[in-house]
């Protein structure tokens, strides 16, 4: 039987280029070798986004983009995290295997206590419990569906270890294999993605450049990336241009090599640079961008999709969970 990936998506706004390359298209290439699962994580998202209409935006709008690039959801499991009760009812059983200390190490929280600190505010200013216990509803995600493998960004990784830690609390108490221990899978090029200023590419540092913009803003955001002002005649070094970084990404192995002897042997000016990478980028763009236009105007069609996911989803966590439940005494 094929190992089991999975990953969740948090419905946290506009996706970008960033995203694509270093999420969105890793994740869905695993469908070829793996039984994989995506889900969009709304729950997780509720600890931030206090804006009813915005969460169900973003919900509809991460589920068209994934769908818009690729996934198959006659081949995958694609569905909703709020839409999976037995996930809830496991980051039950989970949180009375978690040692509270297990939290107080987890990054985010860390960091989110030390932001008040520095600033002499209450260590626990403006915590609240869903970002506190972040950590056991993503082992519930995890862990009910017995995935070996989750593809996550680096920030994500101590995440996942902390679902393997109460994995392995639970099969050692009542000595049994219940649940699968999970790896996560990180893809080293997400770091690398630079934005337009040159540092990673992040909505909170305003250098994206949005998936599904039109042709001409597209045009006018890539004319936004930082250059320096070297005369067009002059040879480039392609390792520090944000454009070739960036272009790089969406070219075969020879075509990259190509790309760069063309910025190394001058009279390729930014200008023409910074086209060449719309050109490729805006081909690559025109197909998924008609199709999330669709598909967001259609969002009955995607709520079929969803609830198609769901069904097969629940169908195996209701299963895995009754596992459980007699595991622990509960009926
Ligand atoms: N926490 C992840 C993020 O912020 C999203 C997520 C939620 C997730 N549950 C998951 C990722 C389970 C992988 C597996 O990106």
Redesign the pocket.
């Known amino acids: 039987m094929a190992l089991r990936a ?5 419905p946290t706004g506009e996706p970008h280029v960033g995203n694509w390359l270093g999420a969105i298209r890793p994740a869905l290439e695993l469908a070829s070798s793996y039984d994989t699962f995506y889900f969009i ?1 709304d729950y ?1 998202a509720l600890n931030s986004i206090y804006d009813a209409d915005a969460l169900r935006k973003n919900t509809l709008s991460i589920a068209a983009t994934y769908l818009a690039f690729g996934l198959d959801p006659g081949r995958s499991i694609f569905y909703r995290q709020s839409e999976i009760p037995e996930v809830f009812e496991l980051a039950w059983i989970l949180a009375c295997f978690t040692p509270k200390g297990l939290m107080n190490r987890a990054h985010s929280y860390k960091d989110s206590v030390a932001k008040n600190v520095e600033a002499g505010r209450d260590p626990d200013q403006n915590i609240n419990m869903g970002l506190y216990s972040y950590p056991v509803l ?1 082992a519930a ?2 862990l009910i569906f017995s995935a070996n493998l ?1 593809p ?2 680096a920030d ?1 990784k101590q ?1 996942v270890e902390i679902a393997r830690d109460i994995a392995e609390r639970i099969n050692h108490n009542y000595k049994t294999a219940l649940f699968v221990l999970p790896e996560p899978k990180i893809d080293d090029h997400v770091k690398t993605i630079v934005g337009l200023d040159g540092r990673k590419m992040s909505k909170s540092y305003d250098n994206t450049i949005p998936l599904f913009l039109e042709e001409k803003p597209l045009l006018k955001r890539i004319n936004q990336i930082v250059t320096n002002s070297q005369a067009p005649e002059e040879p480039k070094d392609p390792e520090q241009s944000s454009i070739f970084n960036l272009h790089k990404l969406l070219l075969s192995g020879p075509e990259e090599e190509a790309l760069r002897s063309r910025y190394r042997a001058g009279g390729l000016g930014w200008g023409h640079a910074k086209k060449d990478y719309f050109e490729a980028l805006n081909a690559r763009l025109q197909g998924p961008r008609k199709e999330y236009q669709r598909l967001m105007s259609d969002p009955a069609a995607l709520e079929a999709i969803l609830a198609q996911g769901r069904d097969k989803a629940r169908a195996k966590a209701s299963v895995f969970l009754d596992t459980v439940r007699s595991t622990i005494g509960i009926r």
């Open positions: 999975l990953t969740g998506i948090k994580a997780h993503m995600d995890i989750v996550v960004g994500q995440h």
